[in-house]
């Protein structure tokens, strides 16, 4: 059972652009979201987190925003360079659970120059 | 952030023999280590949670007398893939949870991986 979805396997986008990169979870009870990048034959390095006690953290070019009544977050990433090439997953865990991350499948990520 | 290491970042074996895989975190203790794997465009999977000093927990699916966890010190986990057949090949992923108090959200900081090829 997915509990967390990234419908979108790729998305390819123009450099400078915005990219939005799309996740949506069923269980309710999560209330702390990630988000990771990963290059191919590498491990995921943590990119940004948003609480469920807010509906939008922003670091830099990279902003999450969380929309709780739908179960759904997004990250933005302005303007997009062709470095954020990477396959993008978001992630959501449920705290006092001893932190299992629940991870989607996972969005790649094409910045054409 | 954290380092946490991966050993061996690739291996090719024949079939029937075992693996093992060494994560450890270099510049902190891990009370928690995961281990996930990913198959070819697909999420990444956990397969089990280690805590140091007690078994580890599997999740529903994962045989855990083929893929035998053993979290000895705050800083080593391994994972050992026993009697590894080709449907084993896989990425496989660690992760590690430093010391936190209970209820308080402590980061996952990610090994390197490591590219299993059975034969």
């Known amino acids: 059972d997915q509990q967390v979805k990234q419908n979108s396997p790729s998305l390819s986008v123009q450099e400078g652009r915005i990219s939005i990169l799309n996740c949506d979870y069923t269980?309710?009870?999560?209330?702390?979201f990630l988000w990771y990048k990963k290059y191919p034959a590498e491990g995921p390095t943590f990119l940004i987190s948003i609480s469920s006690i807010k509906d939008k953290n922003e670091d830099g070019r990279f902003t999450v925003f969380l929309n709780k009544s739908a179960k759904h977050l997004s990250l933005h990433i302005v303007p997009s360079q062709p470095g954020d090439s990477a396959v993008y997953f978001c992630?959501?865990?449920?705290?006092?659970?001893?932190?299992?991350?629940?991870f989607g499948t996972g969005t790649s990520l094409t910045v054409i120059p | 952030g954290a380092v946490v290491s991966q050993h061996p970042s690739w291996v090719i074996c024949k079939s029937g023999t075992s693996v093992k895989i060494e994560c450890r975190s270099l510049?902190?203790?891990?009370?928690?280590m995961f281990w996930y794997r990913q198959f070819p465009k697909q999420s990444l999977m956990l397969m089990a949670t280690?805590?140091?000093?007690?078994?580890?927990?599997?999740e529903q699916g994962v045989e855990k007398d083929k893929f035998l966890i053993n979290h000895a010190s705050l800083t080593l986990s391994t994972l050992t893939v026993t009697s590894a057949h080709p449907e084993d090949s896989s990425f496989y992923i660690c992760s590690a949870r430093g010391l936190a108090d209970p209820g308080v959200y402590n980061e996952q900081f990610f090994g390197p991986g490591t590219r299993l090829t059975v034969l």
């Open positions: 510049d902190f203790q891990a009370t928690t």
């Open positions: 269980n309710s009870m999560f209330d702390y």
């Open positions: 992630a959501a865990t449920k705290r006092n659970t001893g932190n299992q991350f629940y």
């Open positions: 280690s805590n140091e000093g007690s078994k580890a927990t599997y």
